[in-house]
């Protein structure tokens, strides 16, 4: 049934005299017939993979690609005078995630679906996700990102599970959405709602009753926790999310045969980060409520969970006091309580009790003891878990510790996002490369063949041309496609150190001002959100949106700079910014990233990476080499001894730089205070003086001076897309198709 007969059975009309809206409905339609009878695999055992984020992105277009429909539609409409692109924006991203941790978590599910593995997906259905971000007076206002509309995949089911909360019994509602890996195999995404969810208790902004948690509990993704009701809504939050889930995880297996004792052998349970932890104490539970001994049930337990660490941040290794669970969850409380005294009894060590001595309940220490797998997600990230923050665990349970370097989905980081590269790679590698990424290798032989070195570039200026035009048409902004694309996407945190980049801008903009004029005319550009608590974080995009509006109005200066920060940043912005960029800024602390997913994305279209060894960087550099990346900074080790010996002195480093010193003087300066907010600007500035929590002085030089050498070299032409083939070229490691073989074999084993 293809989309012209659907169009004319349905609506009595052709492709060329549909509206958008129809012909959005009508491929919604071919996809349910194409994937209608189409089942997940019946295996023995099912891999459950928990996360409080998943960043899935618009469905219809990726549906299509897994469906090897995208291409044939895409023509058809053009033939037709419709463009596929106008009729994808028609659906709203799904709001379920924060960043990078549900774009992985969705890449996880897309490459198990592809590789026909029986795997579920689950967590929460957000209402408003963690929010919308809109500009205002050059700062970061937070409206309700409201998703769910009759065009959203969401199927509700008839599936519901009690949930006893703060004394109250709430309805967990279970809503699916299919996986689709190609049209012989799908998997679900399962997303519990609460039945009694009530959205207008929101109004214009994100401000809500946070105690009436009858009506609340999944309205936003991480609730606001700068007060004791934000804190303990977070508390009620996930035990509602694993409360459902682990009732639901059981009856599942029940209904393929299990018969209770031998749960691990139906049940992998992959949590994803510490917030899904609960889940632990509560199979505990409810395996002793359906009549399994304690000894036996912590066992079973014990033999069907895996973790997956994603910080070394001490700050998001969540803990909560007693008084908070007891309140959310007073059943799950004895539990937490026994398993923290079985491991008194063995260890003597206070930083792996899972009850402190403040009596702050440890949830990765939880995951740490009783899991069976626990993994980094960088060669550089697990071996810093296994030699600093998590030694201890490391020395009790070596046999535990094991790294799955991330890893993301090509089907929508290259065929979806960039198609024009992907047929060029076909054509060049063969098709099977989606099957075998590694096989992207082939491309090395073309080093020298200037035909592919200019279709590469060619590529390159068309994408950049249509990421100039998406910018225009949503926000009325400019960018010369002649520019070098520069660019920053990433949740705000100081430890991604977009204050760096600014800071170098700052530098940039005044040595314009002083005569001293670039080679290469640049587009630095920035997205991301920070989090509504975060005011540093939103201080640091004031500041950027101030320059932003301070360069850009300069006719002299935006000759040759240009500063822009796309609004609402998520998927449906990465899929335009990462075919476009040039330069790839994956800048933070050396120790501070766990992997990154962004720097792969960007790599695998052909940016080249600007960054510190930290991370996945370490694997890039290693695989293209020192010549084909441009590193620089302070290394780990450096950065942890600093910490370790308190020696940082950021008010030495301002003293001591004058190019650093004019940077920050000019955050204050009158330009910036006449455009920007007095007390904002005044804030961040002392930050960095006083404080600096993540370094950002000590590499200010050698950033400068590596980001001009990366502008000379792309300058020169020719050995800058010799570079791009060579990052393209040696992508395949970071499909997260070989991440999953890997969890499945080391881990999971379902197959």
Known sequence: MELSYILQEKYNVTIKTATNEQIYYALAFLINQKTKNTKSKPTKKKLYYLSAEFLIGRLLGSALVNLGLYESVAKELCENGKDIADIEELENEPSLCNGGLGRLAACFMDSAAALKLNAEGVGLLYHFGLFRQVFENNA?????????????????????????????????RQYQIDVIGDSNYKNKLTLFDLESIDEKIVADGIEFDKQDISQNLTLFLYPDDSDENGRLLRVYQQYFMTSAAAQYIIDDCVKRGCKLSDLHEYAVVQINDTHPTMIIPELIRLLCEKGTDLDDAINTVSKTCAYTNHTILAEALEKWHISMIKKAAP??????????????????????????????????????????AVNGVAKLHTELLKTTELSEFSKLYPHKFHNKTNGISFRRWLCLSNPRLAKLIESLVGSSYLENAESLKVLLKYINDEKVLSQLVSIKQENKQKLSQYLFKKQGIHLPEAFLFDIQIKRLHEYKRQQLNALSVISMYLDILSGKIPKTPVCVIFGGKAAPAYTIAQDIIHLILCLSQLVNGDEAVSRYLRVVMVENYNVSWAQKLIPACDISQQISLASKEASGTGNMKLMLSGAITIGTLDGANVEIAELVGRENIYIFGDDSETVVNRYKDKSYQPQKYYDENKKLRDAVNFITSEKMLAIGDRNRLRRLKNELLTKDWFMTFPDFDEYMKTREKAYADYFEGQSWSQKMLVNIANAGYFSSDRTIKEYNADVWKLN
């Open 331 to 372: 059943k799950l409380l004895p539990y937490i309580e026994i398993l923290d005294s079985r491991v008194r009894r063995k260890c003597c060590d206070e930083k792996t009790f899972i009850i402190d001595s403040n009596d702050m309940v440890h949830m990765a220490n939880i995951d740490l003891h009783v899991c069976f």
């Open 140 to 172: 970061q206002t937070a409206k309700p990102d409201k998703w769910l509309s009759d065009k959203s995949f969401l199927a509700k089911t008839d599936t519901t599970y009690p949930v006893e909360i703060g004394g109250k019994m709430l309805m967990a």
